[in-house]
């Protein structure tokens, strides 16, 4: 019997004009945005959850990846 996968979370932020549906973009089909504007400012941070699978992992590729387009992540504790 294997361990299931942990979901993981992070907080990601960016410039003005980071939206879900642009962080949603960049995203692999193992992760997701679950909220948005958490502070209450327009486009300023999303929260996104997932699970590691087959290397698209959240160090590995979805942070990086992110990075890519201007948009910073850190993992958080739920």
């Known amino acids: 019997m294997s361990t299931p996968t942990p979901t993981r979370t992070a907080l990601i932020t960016g410039t003005l004009g980071t939206t879900a549906e642009r962080v949603a ?3 692999p089909a193992n992760y997701k945005v679950v909220d948005a504007d958490i502070t209450g400012r327009t486009g300023d941070t999303i ?11 959240l160090d590995g590729y979805v942070l990086p990846r992110l990075a890519s387009g201007l948009m910073f992540g850190v993992e958080v504790e739920v």
């Open 25 to 27: 973009a960049y995203l």
């Open 47 to 57: 929260i996104i959850q997932g699970t590691d699978n087959a290397g698209w992992t």
